[in-house]
């Protein structure tokens, strides 16, 4: 009876110890799946990061051409105010040449018309100056967007990194350890919980260094 009894527990102690091997080398398996989705998660969004780059950069681009566009447009204003004034100072001097009377009349009635169209023009240039800055100062909003953008990817790509680095050390630990770290990755996908996640995988993370070192001093 005493032999049965040995034997039977043997062979219970064995099946444990083939569903704990079971069970240790399924979670393993789920590990290095996490691990390989984290990473193609990280090269996404490293991806996603040049992207943003590129557009900051082209952005950074467009503004300096637009700022070049309104020198050039208020340069082009000034010459043409400039020479439409020669112009009709030009005509002024040469009614001046017919007789006093009409000379008198017609440099009153062109110095008017000429006040009016440079008024005019100016107003025209003005306008056009007010419309390229406001052009100008959408292409910076857009600038400082997409540097936001790329800071905010930038600093998810070093959460990923954190929490990947995280795993790997904590690897070595029990199935509990390496399932309870499998539910950390997936909820760190879901934008709603990656705070909530990422706080627990750091508190994970310091649990398993204390039982690293309670064992080194064992």
């Known amino acids: 009876m005493a032999t049965r009894a040995r034997l039977e527990e043997s062979e219970e102690m064995r099946a444990r110890e083939t569903a704990l091997a079971k069970q240790s080398l399924g979670g393993r398996n789920l590990l290095e799946k996490a691990?390989?989705?984290a990473h193609a998660e990280v090269q996404r969004l490293q991806t996603a990061l040049q992207v943003e780059q590129a557009r900051?950069?082209?952005a950074e681009g467009s503004k300096q051409a637009l700022l070049e566009n309104v020198e050039r447009e208020r340069g082009a204003a000034k010459m043409a105010l400039a020479a439409e004034l020669a112009q009709e100072r030009a005509l002024a001097s040469g009614v001046k040449l017919k007789n006093k009377k009409l000379q008198d009349d017609r440099a009153a009635s062109d110095g008017h018309e000429a006040l009016e169209r440079e008024s005019d023009a100016r107003k025209q240039a003005e306008a056009k100056v007010g419309s390229l800055e406001r052009q100008l100062k959408?292409?910076?909003r857009a600038c400082e967007t997409a540097k936001a953008e790329c800071a905010r990817v930038a600093e998810r790509n070093e959460a990923l990194e954190e929490e990947l680095r995280a795993l790997r050390g904590g690897s070595r630990y029990g199935v509990e350890d390496l399932v309870g770290q499998i539910d950390e990755?997936?909820?760190?996908l879901d934008p709603a919980k990656?705070?909530?996640a990422e706080k627990r995988l750091k508190e994970r993370a310091r649990r398993a260094n204390a039982k690293e070192v309670e064992a080194r001093l064992s």
Do not use: G, P, R
């Open 185 to 188: 990755m997936e909820a760190m």
């Open 56 to 58: 900051a950069a082209s």
């Open 138 to 140: 959408e292409a910076l």
């Open 35 to 37: 691990m390989s989705d």
């Open 194 to 196: 990656a705070k909530e």
